[in-house]
C-alpha cells in the first residue's frame, strides 16, 4: 500500500483548518438565522454560507455591500476545499512522492495531480477571506466604516 506523502498530509490539514476557521466566522455572521447559535448553524453542511447570505441582506447597506462579495469568495474557496477533501484520492506509482499522487473527482472522474503547494495556496486564500470577514465584522460592531481591502 503506497502512504500519502507527509507534505499532502500536511497541506490538506491546513486547509481543513483554514476552512473550518472560515465557516466559524460565516455562521457566526449568520447566526441570526438560528436564533443566535452559531454552533448550530456550523453543524449543518453548507449552512454557514447560506445563513451568512441570508443575515447580511438585513445589514445597513455599507457593510451589506462589504459582505456580500466576500461571502462569495467564501462560498467558492469552500467548493474548492470540499473538492479536495470529498475526493479519492489515487496513486498508480510505487513509490511515495506528492507527484505520482492525484485527485479523482467524485462527479466528473477527473483526475488532477496533487500540488501540496497549490493546497497552501488554498489555505491562504480561506484564511485572507475569513480575516476580511472578521474585518467587517468588527467594523459593523464598533459601528465604524468598512476598511478598505
Known amino acids: ?12 490539514g491546513r486547509v481543513t483548518i483554514a476552512a473550518g476557521d472560515l465557516e466559524l466566522i460565516l455562521a457566526w455572521i449568520g447566526a441570526d438565522q438560528a436564533g443566535g447559535n452559531a454552533f448550530e448553524v456550523l453543524a ?11 443575515s447580511v441582506e438585513f445589514a445597513a447597506p455599507h457593510y451589506r455591500e462589504a459582505y456580500q462579495p466576500i461571502i462569495e469568495i467564501a462560498a467558492k474557496l469552500l467548493a474548492k476545499r470540499h473538492a479536495v477533501v470529498s ?24 483526475r488532477q495531480l496533487v ?35
Do not use: C, F, Y
Open 115 to 149: 500540488d501540496p503547494r497549490a493546497l497552501d495556496e488554498l489555505a491562504r486564500q480561506l484564511l485572507q477571506t475569513r480575516n476580511r470577514l472578521v474585518e467587517i465584522v468588527t467594523a459593523q460592531l464598533n459601528n465604524e466604516p468598512v476598511p478598505a481591502s
Open 44 to 54: 449543518r453542511p453548507g449552512e454557514p454560507v447560506r445563513a451568512a447570505r441570508d
Open 87 to 110: 475526493a479519492m484520492w489515487v496513486s498508480e506509482a510505487p513509490e511515495e512522492s506528492a507527484q505520482r499522487w492525484e485527485l479523482l473527482d467524485e462527479k466528473t472522474h477527473i
Open 1 to 12: 500500500m503506497t502512504r500519502l506523502p507527509d507534505e499532502v498530509v500536511a497541506a490538506v
